[in-house]
Structure formats: structure tokens, C-alpha cells
């Protein structure tokens, strides 16, 4: 089945040390976003690929890069991670065909400590 | 600023009945909604969606209203059952100049469906 797959599920980091999600996806679609979800929070937008132009959302924290080395893949790079960067983080896809419709991937949970 | 607000945190209802969400939106530039379901432990799933240009649309148990001048969406469910229970996301999209289709989320509401 065509899908949105992230990796890995649940990811623990220390305070400071660099930290990388990946995100692939074999729906083929030209649009890919990064969600940043705090508990009973709204998802908020980071960024999004649209082909190989980046779009960064303007309060998204220089802490916050990404990478899409290819159609099917994408990484959210948090260069320093701070306790208040605990969230889950959400990729999502989205073509033409599909009109404003994103299919979003199940998730990495982010821990700090 | 919220721009999709979701002002009720959880709904519990019971089976059989009918389950109402709602969302209330500011952003007059908003010309396109769509609803999402999320389970626990998975990514939102898309449920149903409506245009501007209409104020109502259906899909089986699913029906969205949209009230444009009180800028006020809401999903019905009829009837409401067991796996209806999750989390409801509201978005809200305004096909700007990149062209993208950008959502913006409520907080979402927790539906409980009690049998």
C-alpha cells in the first residue's frame, strides 16, 4: 500500500545533541510538510518541500533545518535540541491530484532529556 | 493568533446518536476546509472536506456545514458508533501564491462514543 513512513516511532534525545527524523513516502507526491504537535495542541507547520523549494514557515526556529535528497525522502534536523522541542513531529505528502488533501505519516514522538 | 479554533476539547456521546464538531475559523481568505480523524499512536487520517463555494457536504455518516458569514464549520456524525471515538482535527487552507495548500489545524476535539 502507498504510504507516508516515518521513522523511528519514538526517539529520545539528550538536551543539546543534534537529532534527525526521517520521513519517506511511496505515493510519489511533489509536496512534502513537517508538523511539530505539543499535547492538546494544534499541528503546527515547520516547513514544506514543494519539489526541492524549501518554504520555511517565519516563526520557525533556526534550530529547525531539512532536507529532501530526493522525491521519497525527507529529514527534520534539530540541531540543539531544548526540552520545549518535546512534541510529536508529523510528515505529511500532498500532490496536485489530490487537491489540498495531505496524507500524513503516523509520527515521531520526541523526548528530551 | 488562532486562526481555526476548536473550542470544545471532548464530546462524549452515545452510540447511536448524533455526534456534532465544531470549528470557528477568522481568516476570511479561507476558501477551503477539511476535517481529519486521529487514532492513538497513528497520523491524522483525512475524513471529509468542503469548498467555499458550497455550504454542506456528505459522505455516508459524514456531514460538513459550512456557515461562511459566521465563519463557523461543523461535522455531523449519524449515526455515531464505538470506532468513531478519537481525536477530530478542524483545518483550514487558503490557495495563496506558492500554490501549496497549506493547512492550518485547530487543537482538535476528543469524541467519545460510549455503546
Known amino acids: 500500500d502507498a504510504m507516508v513512513i516515518q521513522n523511528p516511532r519514538y526517539q529520545v534525545t539528550q538536551f543539546g545533541k543534534p537529532v534527525t527524523l526521517s520521513c519517506s513516502q511511496t505515493?510519489?507526491?511533489?509536496?512534502m510538510y513537517w508538523y511539530q504537535q505539543k499535547s492538546s495542541q494544534a499541528p503546527k507547520l515547520l516547513f514544506h518541500?514543494?519539489?526541492?523549494?524549501?518554504?520555511n514557515e517565519a516563526d520557525t526556529p533556526d534550530n529547525f533545518q531539512s532536507r529532501r535528497p530526493n522525491t521519497s525522502f525527507c529529514f527534520l534536523d534539530i540541531r540543539s535540541p531544548g526540552l520545549g522541542d518535546a512534541a510529536m513531529y508529523l510528515c505529511?505528502?500532498?500532490?496536485?491530484?489530490?487537491?489540498?488533501?495531505?496524507?500524513f505519516g503516523p509520527g515521531t514522538r520526541l523526548t528530551v532529556l | 493568533d488562532q486562526q481555526v479554533k476548536q473550542n470544545s476539547p471532548s464530546l462524549s456521546v452515545q452510540e447511536g446518536r448524533i455526534s456534532i464538531l465544531n470549528c470557528d475559523y477568522t481568516?476570511?481568505?479561507?476558501?477551503?476546509f477539511l476535517w481529519y480523524k486521529k487514532y492513538p499512536a497513528e497520523g491524522p487520517t483525512f475524513l471529509i472536506s468542503i469548498s467555499s463555494i458550497k455550504d454542506k457536504n456528505e459522505d455516508g455518516r459524514f456531514t460538513v456545514f459550512l456557515n461562511k458569514s459566521a465563519k463557523h464549520l461543523s461535522l455531523h456524525i449519524v449515526p455515531s458508533q464505538p470506532g468513531d471515538s478519537a481525536v477530530y482535527f478542524c483545518a483550514a487552507s487558503a490557495w495563496g501564491s506558492s500554490n501549496t495548500g497549506k493547512l492550518i489545524f485547530g487543537q482538535g476535539t476528543t469524541l467519545q462514543v460510549k455503546p
Open positions: 481568516n476570511s481568505m479561507f476558501d477551503y
Open positions: 505515493l510519489n507526491h511533489n509536496v
Open positions: 518541500y514543494y519539489d526541492k523549494d524549501f518554504n
Open positions: 505529511a505528502t500532498s500532490s496536485r491530484g489530490q487537491g489540498r488533501r495531505q496524507f
